[in-house]
Structures are given as structure tokens and as C-alpha cells.
T-cell receptor
């Protein structure tokens, strides 16, 4: 069974540009969460999607957005990039949503560098 | 809002000794507490978890304890080995109207010295 796949793995952008990251969850997983990882802040929750609906959102500005498709694949978008957006963006999928304490399976991440 | 504090940020122990990492959480509604291990350049992976109706759980050299009253939980690694060197993250989960939000601590970089 394939794991969580994230693309692209590495990318470099300049300030003001926008970026779209993609995540394909493990087959059968309907919950997809996104996290931003930086050395000083650890893993910061961005948002969670389940059955194409955003169910929860972290404390990030509106420049950060996402969506989920009917096949559970998810994308996140960051517009008007700032230097501080440089980070590793991790996607995680879970078999169960809602009240179940499903284990999160992480992808390898997309490392974004903003110049 | 929800917050998880993790200490220490770095920890260095001699091979064979024990390591303890502690976390506190602010949201009393949290009911699930996993621990993730992230080796250098790799993805975080679940190593152990505990639910709020259990006070302690053990898996070979790894154990987790939970004190709901004090809102803190700890990871204990005994007989440490070089392959235990990694960054460890604690997390707390609260279910909000069917949604799930896992809040992570800041991480602990554990180094095992041979």
C-alpha cells in the first residue's frame, strides 16, 4: 500500500509569488491534515479536510488556503509569499475522522524556500 | 486556544541510560495523546499513544504516563540506544464537532551518546 505522497518535494519561490502543494493520502483515508514545520515553531496545524469539507483551521492568515477533492487528494495554496513562509509543509492522512483517534500518517513533506 | 508545552527542547543522555520528555496541555477536553519520532530528514512517525481513560501505557522500552488532573503527560525511554536519537514530538487531540485537531509540542531533540 502506497504511503502519503506529497509533491513537489522541493521548491523555491520569490516573495509575492504563490504556490500550490499537493498531497495524495493513503488509499481509503478520508481525513487529510496539513502542518507547517519550522525549526523554531515545531509542527503548526494549518487545516484538516474530511470528505471535501474543511472541518478545522489553525491560526494562519487567509493567504493560506486548501481544498480536498472527491478522491481525497488535497492541495494547499499560499498566496503572496513572504520570507517567513519558508518551511517544510507536511501532509498527514488518517483512516478515520470525527471522534475516532486515528493515527496520522505523514508524507515526506514539501520544502518551500522563499527568497 | 489550545497549547502544548514540551520540555526539554534538547536532551543528551549516555547510551543505556533513561530519557524522559514532559509535556503539558491547556485544553482539558483533549482526550488523545500521541508521541511522534522524527529522524533526521524523515517524516514523523507514531511511536506510542495514550487515551485519556488510561494512566500509563508501555511498549518494550517506551512508556507514556498521563496525569489528567495536572494536564501533563510524559514519554519514558529506557536502555537508550543510538537509534533512539531523533526529534520527539508530543501532541494532544481534541475533537470539535466531528473535526480533529492535533496540536503538537515544540519538539525535543534527543541525542544518545555512545
Amino acid at each position: 500500500k502506497a504511503g502519503v505522497t506529497q509533491t513537489p518535494r522541493y521548491l523555491i519561490k520569490t516573495r509575492g509569488q504563490q504556490v500550490t502543494l499537493s498531497c495524495s493520502p493513503i488509499s481509503g483515508h478520508r481525513s487529510v491534515s496539513w502542518y507547517q514545520q519550522t525549526p523554531g515553531q515545531g509542527l503548526q496545524f494549518l487545516f484538516e479536510y474530511f470528505s471535501e469539507t474543511q472541518r478545522n483551521k489553525g491560526n494562519f492568515p487567509g493567504r493560506f488556503s486548501g481544498r480536498q477533492f472527491s478522491n481525497s487528494r488535497s492541495e494547499m495554496n499560499v498566496s503572496t509569499l513572504e520570507l517567513g513562509d519558508s518551511a517544510l509543509y507536511l501532509c498527514a492522512s488518517s483512516l478515520m475522522g470525527g471522534g475516532n483517534t486515528g493515527e496520522l500518517f505523514f508524507g515526506e513533506g514539501s520544502r518551500l524556500t522563499v527568497l | 486556544g489550545e497549547n502544548v508545552e514540551q520540555h526539554p527542547s534538547t536532551l543528551s543522555v549516555q547510551e543505556g541510560d533513561s530519557a524522559v520528555i514532559k509535556c503539558t496541555y491547556s485544553d482539558s477536553a483533549s482526550n488523545y495523546f500521541p508521541w511522534y519520532k522524527q529522524e533526521l530528514g524523515k517524516r514523523p512517525q507514531l511511536i506510542i499513544d495514550i487515551r485519556s481513560n488510561v494512566g500509563e501505557k508501555k511498549d518494550q522500552r517506551i512508556a507514556v504516563t498521563l496525569n489528567k488532573t495536572a494536564k501533563h503527560f510524559s514519554l519514558h525511554i529506557t536502555e537508550t540506544q543510538p537509534e533512539d536519537s531523533a526529534v520527539y514530538f508530543c501532541a494532544a487531540k481534541r475533537v470539535i464537532q466531528g473535526a480533529q485537531k492535533l496540536v503538537f509540542g515544540q519538539g525535543t531533540r534527543l541525542t544518545i551518546n555512545p
